[in-house]
């Protein structure tokens, strides 16, 4: 079960009334590299791995929930205002002629969230490579939704959100450096 | 010491359509580098964590828009 704390991990701030770039943002939303596929690739994985990194994941795969809501508020924010007009100069109608403002997982081309864009392989050195490859390319997403923005609070909150992603993939190394480990040395510290 | 960004030179051909961007750059975040984190790192006051997302200067890595930055010589012959 969860404890759920009613704030954002990190403020979220948007200067700039500019709906072209929550189409841009939605990728991390509900594309394959996204906050969604990260939370449910770890929350699903956490059973079968072993016991040492299980709590690891699970808490990583907790963040990443909270990450969902920065980008959630993030695209939120810069829809919320628009008309109907503006969203079709955003490249947006399509999505405003079947969800209205509504958020909705697909990636920045529509895409609907696949499950397929994470796996389970049961074998944990192949399930953490994943995760670490995972992380890195959510971290360069964030540089290149970071590039299409010139808004410093937008800008601000997204860094944030890469910095998680360096600190998610040296935890992940760090798992597998655990796992690999001989479990019967007797370590001394 | 390393750097966080890595940069190269693509080839320019005669007949390119646009103007040539001289210099390519790519992140190297620490995490390349650091292995098992060691114990008894340095750490950021809550303050700062917050701000840069983590408690570790040694994990921290800022990301300037790699367009806006003067892409000077020097910058080109960091590695």
Known sequence: MWIYEKKLQYPVRVNKCDPRMAKYLIEQYGGADGELAAALRYLNQRYTLPEKVIGLVNDIGTEELSHLEMIATMVYKLTKDATAEQMKEAGLGAHYASHDKALFFNDASGNPFSATYFTAKGDPIADLYEDIAAEEKARATYQWLINMTDDTDLIDSLTFLREREIIHSQRFREAVEIIKEDQSTKKIF | ?79
């Open chain 2, 1 to 79: 010491m390393y750097t966080y960004r890595k940069y190269y030179r693509p080839y320019i051909g005669p007949f390119d359509p646009c103007p040539p961007l001289p210099y390519r750059s790519y992140e190297t975040p620490p995490q390349l580098y650091l292995g098992f984190q060691p114990y008894n790192l340095p750490q950021n006051s809550p303050q700062d964590a917050l701000r840069t997302g983590t408690l570790w200067p040694d994990l921290f890595a800022p990301y300037p828009n790699p367009y806006k930055v003067p892409t000077s010589e020097e910058g080109g012959e960091q590695d």
